[in-house]
C-alpha cells in the first residue's frame, strides 16, 4: 500500500506516539500507531536514499517501513524508450 503519511505527536510526558498512516482511499486507509517510541533509525542505500525506517516502542515492539520509489515505466530496466 502507498504511504500516505507519517506524524509524530511530541509531548514529552512519556506519552509521545508516532503515527504512520498508509492507503491513499479514505475507506481503505489504515493507520499504525506506535506509542512512548524510544528509538527511531533510518538505512540509507550508497547512494543516499531513505530504504528502511525503524521506530522501537516502549514495550519493545519494532515497526518497519520500507520505501521503494515509483519507476517511471520508460526508464524500466535502465533503458530509456524513445
Not at 500516505?4 to 503515527?19: H, M, N
Amino acid at each position: 500500500m502507498a504511504l500516505e503519511g507519517i506524524t509524530a505527536d511530541v509531548k514529552g510526558s512519556g506519552e509521545d506516539v508516532i503515527s504512520i498512516v498508509i492507503g491513499t482511499r479514505p475507506a481503505k486507509r489504515v493507520t499504525h500507531n506506535i506509542t512512548s517510541p524510544t528509538h527511531l533509525r533510518i538505512e540509507q542505500t550508497e547512494d543516499g536514499a531513505d530504504m528502511t525506517l525503524q521506530i522501537e516502542s516502549g514495550s519493545g515492539v519494532t515497526t518497519l517501513v520500507r520505501f521503494r520509489s515509483a519507476v517511471l515505466p520508460e526508464m524500466a530496466d535502465g533503458g530509456v524508450l524513445e
